[in-house]
């Protein structure tokens, strides 16, 4: 978990846990100022968690987002991706990303950034030639 999410969490759980006590949004945001000095949240902040909590909605954690999924490139799929090439150097890269079943755009990353490659005259090389 990063320094951020971490702090964001703490934040959140204290807020939830003054504004149990019954505190208000201007009181709880003082406390926070002068526990945390520059690393306190906002008032419009406190106000915005505090008027959520008010609605029900005890979380404290970042709810899972819909759109594009991360991605993450594994030595494996660099390798699928390697030997499909090496097998056939005319492949294009939409091929390839139907039979590895991930995006277009991102089988051209791994290419270009982990493969160092590029198409010349239809073909995928190395970027810089050499004797291997």
């Known amino acids: 978990m990063s320094s951020n999410a971490h702090d964001f969490n703490i934040q959140t759980r204290a807020v939830k ?23 306190a949240p906002s ?8 008027a959520q909590f008010k609605r029900g909605d005890f ?11 991360k991605t993450v490139t594994t030595p494996e799929i660099i390798d ?3 030997k499909l090439i090496l097998e056939d150097p ?8 139907q039979q590895l079943g991930i995006s277009c ?7 270009h950034e982990d493969l160092d490659m590029r198409k010349l005259s239809m073909m995928w090389v ?7």
């Open 59 to 69: 979380t404290t954690s970042d709810v899972p987002r819909p759109g594009r999924p």
């Open 105 to 111: 755009e991102w089988v051209g990353s791994t290419i």
């Open 80 to 82: 699928q991706i390697h």
């Open 90 to 97: 005319w492949i294009l890269a939409k091929s390839i990303a």
């Open 17 to 39: 846990f003054f504004f149990l006590q019954g505190k208000a949004p201007k009181e709880i945001h003082t406390i926070l100022k002068e526990t945390l000095g520059e690393h």
């Open 43 to 50: 008032y419009a902040t406190v106000k915005n968690w505090v």
């Open 126 to 132: 190395p970027k810089y030639l050499n004797a291997d």
